[in-house]
């Protein structure tokens, strides 16, 4: 009976942690703050960071707060080794960036930390923003005729 019910497959589970913001007003040194979780089924990392600056129309609203917009960008892992920093002071999308294992092709596992410090501002609809997505890939396992992707 049990060959009737099939094999056994590996698969890949993504789990994606996104911070985005759209900045109103005058927002100075803005910190927003999430973590992940890493194991040793994690086989990639990825981070995509983009950001829109808004128009000539919020520089020239308060020049001295808005020539400094920027966001920042800080990923560390559970010993507080940075594994990927960008700051982004224009319209810019970074290419889609994989983090690299340590040697062993092991991440370190545990809650790693990522921390954004954003200045940016909006004006009605003119408003800067940015993305961060960051993608935990796993490996998983899918059990005959559950058809459920299961991290072991």
Not at 26 to 54: C, H, L, P, Q
Not at 130 to 152: A, G, K, M, N
Request: contains cysteine; proline residues 3%.
């Amino acid at each position: 009976m049990e060959h009737l019910r099939g094999d056994v497959k590996q698969d890949t589970d993504i789990q994606t942690t996104a911070i985005e913001h759209y900045f109103s007003n005058a927002e100075v040194n803005v910190e927003w703050n999430e973590k992940f979780t890493i194991d040793s089924e994690v086989t990639r990392i990825g981070v995509y960071f983009k950001t829109e600056m808004a128009g000539e129309i919020i520089r020239d609203l308060a020049p001295a707060i808005f020539d400094i917009r920027e966001v920042e960008v800080t990923i560390r892992d559970p010993n507080g080794k940075i594994e990927y920093n960008a700051t982004h002071d224009s319209t810019k999308s970074a290419p889609y960036v994989l983090i690299e294992p340590e040697l062993g092709g092991k991440f370190v596992s545990g809650e790693w930390d990522i921390e954004v410090v954003g200045t940016g501002g909006g004006f009605l609809t003119e408003q800067d923003n940015f993305l961060l997505s960051v993608d935990v890939t796993r490996t998983c396992t899918i059990y005959p005729q559950d058809d459920v992707c299961v991290v072991d």
